[in-house]
């Protein structure tokens, strides 16, 4: 275990030098300045509207702040999957091509402890970086138009989490495919667990029990989908009336509450996408 921290920093080095940091933060820098752009107008011309014809049965505030939080969300998930597979995507075979891994992978490190600290080091960099864009959006929606999520902190921790079983789900890739394919597959896996979220709107309005079943054995199949759609929940949690039903439309995927063996699920899932990671990686020859 000693030799965790050191893998970490390894792993954390090796990211600054690929500058990995410069291009999420580049991204990141053009979303907020975009973000607060937009709000600031919406918000605008929400209030304009309201002092004019404002509609008596949906309160245009809330379902304009609601929405952009939505789609700030939404944004905070996707650059937090893009970091976590720029962390990930070249863990295991990536690395043995280009002849880094041989050296980390004798006793006393061992297999398992390189993974669990890359996966670590992944965690907990994509973790903190979702936490700050979320807050950083949540302070602009604020700062625009005066408005706060119902749920402050529950909706942010479902990102890290989401992000956090990404990281997992590309590290667990990245045993068995080239970094090139494994980044587009994770990315192709996220797509469809949001994919999955809307036809499950879309089933629910129609009443298709066959589009529910299919949203409800993916989020199952996919939680960071499930944790993602519980958040997006969780900021009009205390919403009520006809405002309720627009936003839980949301955007990307729906507005979901989750069952409450939700968390305890992603746990256990990691737990499995490692045991996954570590016979794929104990069966390869390096």
Request: charged share 10%.
């Amino acid at each position: 275990m000693k030799a965790i921290p050191v893998i970490v920093g390894y792993a954390l080095r090796e990211s600054l030098r690929r500058r990995v940091f410069v291009v999420v933060l580049v991204l990141t820098a053009l979303f907020l300045g975009l973000y607060a752009w937009a709000s600031s107008e919406a918000f605008k011309d929400v209030d304009a509207f309201v002092a004019g014809n404002g509609d008596p049965f949906v309160d245009t505030h809330t379902l304009a702040g609601a929405t952009l939080f939505g789609l700030s969300m939404f944004a905070t998930l996707f650059l937090g999957t893009v970091l976590a597979i720029f962390l990930t995507l070249g863990v295991v075979r990536g690395d043995a091509e280009r002849g880094l891994l041989q050296p980390l992978v004798v006793r006393p490190i061992g297999r398992t402890t390189l993974l669990l600290a890359r996966f670590l080091a992944a965690a907990a960099v994509c973790c903190a970086y979702v936490l700050a864009l979320y807050t950083a959006a949540m302070l602009i929606t604020h700062a625009t138009g005066g408005w706060w999520p119902d749920r402050l902190l529950a909706p942010g921790l479902g990102l890290a989490a989401a992000v956090a079983l990404i990281a997992a789900i590309s590290l667990l890739g990245s045993v068995f495919l080239t970094s090139t394919a494994n980044g587009i597959a994770v990315f192709m896996v996220v797509g469809a667990g949001l994919v999955a979220g809307l036809l499950g709107q879309v089933g629910e309005a129609i009443q298709s029990s066959t589009l529910e079943s299919v949203a409800t054995y993916t989020s199952w199949a996919l939680p960071f989908e499930a944790l993602y759609q519980d958040g997006l929940s969780a900021i009009t949690a205390d919403t009520k009336g006809l405002t309720k039903v627009v936003v839980e439309l949301g955007p990307f995927g729906g507005a979901q509450d989750a069952s409450p063996l939700l968390w305890l699920w992603a746990l256990g899932y990691a737990g499995l996408l490692g045991l996954l990671a570590r016979t794929g990686f104990g069966r390869r020859d390096l």
